[in-house]
C-alpha cells in the first residue's frame, strides 16, 4: 500500500510519536496493513540549522498517504514560523477542509462535571472547516502602534469549503447511531458568514432527512456542552469557532491527553490527511515521561478508520478504552505511569486480540 510520512516535530512530539511507531508495528504484525512509515525532520532543530527553507508541501501530498505529526512549537521560534509553515500549509496547500475531532469519555472519573452520570453522555464530534475564517491571513494594521492603531483580521468563508465541511458533518451525523447534526455559528452577529452557513445547511440538509438538525450560537453552545454534553452527537462549525468548540469539549473526556484529530480533503482518495493530537508541544513536560501518548494514538486509529482499515481501527479503538477503564495512566489523568508505559500497555493490549 502506501508510505506514511511521520513527522515527530518538538517537545514530547517525539516521545508520544515513538508510542505511535511501536502501536504501528503491532498493528501491522496483527492486521498486515502494508502501511510502511518514513520519518520526515521537519522540527524546530532542523528549521533552526537550515534557515529559511521552502517545504514541497504538495510533494508530500503526492509521495504518502497521509502524515502523522507529533507536534510542533519551540520557545526558540516565538513567532512559531515553523510551526505555521508545516501545519498551515499541509491544511492550506492540501485543502485539508475537514478537521474531526471526537471527544468520547471513557471512565467518569475523567469527566471534571459531577453531573455527568453515564459515560454516554459525552460522545461528540466537532467537525471544523480547517482551511477559512480568520486563519487565512488576510487583514492588515493601519497606524500600527499609534493611538488610532486599526488591526483588520479578516475572516473568509467559501460555499465551497462550507459545502465540503458540512457534507462531511452530514456523512458522520448519518453514520452513528444519534443521527443528529449541530450548526454552530453566530449568524447574529455576521451578516455575510452566517447566512452563507445557514443556507448550505438548510440546502444539505434536505438530502438527509435521516440526520436531525439543529442550531445554535456558540456562546449558548459553549455553555450547553458544559450544561448538558449529551445533547451533542455531530457539530460543525467554522475554523474559530471549532477550534475552540472541540478544546473546551475535549476537558468533558479527560483533556488534551485524550484528544485526537484527524485533517483532511474528502474528496482526495490517494492522500488521506494529516492525523496528530489537538495538545502541542508541552515544553513544560518535555522530557520528563509525563506525556500522555494516547491523543497521538487515536489520531493514528482514526488515520486507520479514514483508510478503510476496520478491523485494525477497531483493535486500537478497544485497546484505548481498555486502558482508560484501568489505572495505569499518566499524571494528567490522575495516573502514574510513564509515556512508554502506556504505548506498551496498548501494543498488548491490540496483540492480545489478534
Ligand atoms: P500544549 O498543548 O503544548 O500544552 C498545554 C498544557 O497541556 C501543558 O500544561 C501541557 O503539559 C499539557 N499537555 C499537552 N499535551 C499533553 C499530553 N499529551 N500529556 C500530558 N499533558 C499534556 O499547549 P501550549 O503550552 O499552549 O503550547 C506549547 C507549544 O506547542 C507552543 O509552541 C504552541 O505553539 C505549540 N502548539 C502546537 C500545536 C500543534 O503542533 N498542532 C497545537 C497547539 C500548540
Ligand atoms: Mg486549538
Redesign the pocket.
Known amino acids: 500500500m502506501s508510505t506514511l510520512a511521520v513527522i515527530p516535530?518538538d517537545?514530547?512530539g517525539p516521545e508520544?510519536m515513538a508510542e505511535v511507531l511501536k502501536v504501528h508495528a503491532v498493528v501491522e504484525d496483527a492486521f498486515g496493513t502494508g502501511l510502511k512509515t518514513e520519518v520526515l525532520p521537519y522540527s524546530a532543530d532542523w528549521f533552526l540549522e537550515h534557515g529559511d527553507v521552502e517545504i514541497d508541501i504538495p510533494a508530500i501530498g503526492r509521495t504518502y498517504g497521509a502524515v502523522l505529526l507529533g507536534?510542533?512549537?519551540?520557545p526558540r521560534i516565538p513567532d512559531?514560523r515553523h510551526?505555521i509553515r508545516i501545519?498551515g500549509g499541509l491544511r492550506q496547500q492540501l485543502e485539508l477542509s475537514v478537521n474531526l475531532r471526537p471527544v468520547r469519555l471513557r471512565t467518569l472519573a475523567h469527566c471534571p462535571l459531577k453531573h455527568v452520570r453515564d459515560v454516554g453522555d459525552v460522545d461528540l464530534v466537532v467537525v471544523r472547516e480547517n482551511t477559512e475564517d480568520v486563519y487565512v491571513g488576510v487583514g492588515g494594521t493601519v497606524r500600527g502602534g499609534r493611538p488610532g492603531h486599526v488591526a483588520m483580521e479578516v475572516g473568509v468563508h467559501t460555499r465551497w469549503a462550507v459545502d465540503r465541511a458540512l457534507e462531511a458533518a452530514f456523512e458522520l451525523a448519518r453514520s452513528r447511531p444519534r443521527h443528529r447534526l449541530t450548526l454552530v455559528d453566530k449568524s447574529n452577529a455576521m451578516p455575510s458568514a452566517g447566512p452563507l452557513w445557514q443556507s448550505r445547511f438548510r440546502a444539505l440538509a434536505a438530502s438527509y432527512p435521516d440526520v436531525a438538525c439543529d442550531h445554535l450560537y456558540v456562546d449558548a453552545a459553549a455553555m450547553e456542552l458544559i450544561r448538558n454534553p449529551a445533547r451533542f452527537d455531530v457539530v460543525v462549525a467554522s475554523n474559530l469557532f471549532g477550534d475552540i468548540l472541540s478544546d473546551e469539549a475535549s476537558m468533558l473526556a479527560g483533556g488534551?491527553?485524550v484528544a485526537p484529530s484527524a485533517s483532511y480533503d474528502p474528496e482526495d482518495t490517494s492522500f488521506f490527511g494529516v492525523f496528530?493530537?489537538v495538545?502541542?508541544?508541552?515544553?513544560?513536560?518535555a522530557g520528563t515521561g509525563?506525556?500522555?501518548p494516547l491523543?497521538s494514538v487515536m489520531s493514528y486509529s482514526l488515520m486507520l478508520d479514514r483508510m478503510g482499515l476496520r478491523a485494525a481501527h477497531r483493535a486500537v479503538e478497544r485497546a484505548v478504552d481498555e486502558v482508560l477503564r484501568g489505572d495505569l495512566l499518566?499524571p494528567?489523568l490522575g495516573g502514574t505511569a510513564r509515556t512508554d508505559e502506556v504505548g506498551d500497555l496498548i501494543c498488548r493490549a491490540i496483540a492480545r486480540r489478534d
Do not use: M, Q
Open positions: 516535530g517537545g514530547i508520544v507536534a510542533l512549537g519551540d512559531n510551526a501545519i488534551l491527553g496528530e493530537a495538545h502541542g508541544s508541552a515544553p513544560d513536560i509525563r506525556a500522555n491523543a499518566t494528567d
